[in-house]
Structures are given as C-alpha cells and as structure tokens.
C-alpha cells in the first residue's frame, strides 16, 4: 500500500473532502500521499486526535481540519511541514500537549482558531 501511495504517477496535490459527513478518525494512512499540498477535511464529523503521521505530508501548504470533532494537540511531527502556511482548526477542541514547544509552528503565516476550545 505505501508504495501505491509514493508513485508519483498517482500523486494529487490537492484534496478537498469538506462537507462529505465523514465520521471517525483521520486515518493515520493519510501521512503516505506524498506531494500533497492542500488538504480540506472540514465540515465533517471526523473525531479523535490529529494523527502523528500527518507530519510525513513535507509538501503541505494548507490544512484545513476546521468543524469537526478533532481534539487533542498540535503534534510534534507539524514540526517536519515546512511549507505549511495556513492551519484552520477553528470550532475543535485542543489541548495543551506537544504542540506547545518552542518552534513547532514557526513557519505559519495563518492559523485560524474562531470559537475553538483551547484546555490548558
């Protein structure tokens, strides 16, 4: 399967899955498309925490996980996205964790957190 996912053949650079009612967990599977710039997963009911693997994603521009169920913390592995520009996680629920680090989310120009429940 994750040679599947490495073909550049098959690579997309955008994915946009917003309002699909998706339910349960991001799979940590997402962390193989390689060369993906923008993914949009909001307005669904995707629930549990960010998955580490999302770190893998080094191409990633823009992440829009907004108006779901999400909740935790920012990962670590957030830290490996240079290119990450904008982050939307507005109406989720985070928690202080890892993402608290000095320097894990240097390289935003945008995070977006309307009406998200921040616990410290």
């Not at 949009?40 to 829009?64: A, C, F, K, T, V």
């Not at 996980?65 to 904008?86: H, T, V």
Request: include cysteine; charge should be negative; proline fraction near 4%.
């Amino acid at each position: 399967m994750e040679l599947w996912f490495s073909d550049p053949e098959l690579q997309h650079k955008s994915i946009d899955l917003s309002s699909n009612n998706l339910t349960g967990e991001i799979p940590k599977e997402i962390g193989y498309l390689a060369g993906l710039v923008c993914l949009n997963l909001s307005r669904n009911y995707l629930s549990g925490e960010i998955p580490l693997e999302i770190g893998n994603l080094s191409s990633l521009e823009s992440l829009d996980l907004s108006r779901n169920r999400i909740s935790g913390g920012i990962p670590f592995s957030f830290s490996q996205i240079d290119d990450l520009g904008k982050l939307d996680l507005s109406h989720t629920t985070l928690f202080q964790g890892e993402s608290h680090e000095k320097g894990i989310l240097k390289p935003l120009k945008a995070i977006v957190l309307k009406e998200t429940k921040i616990f410290f």
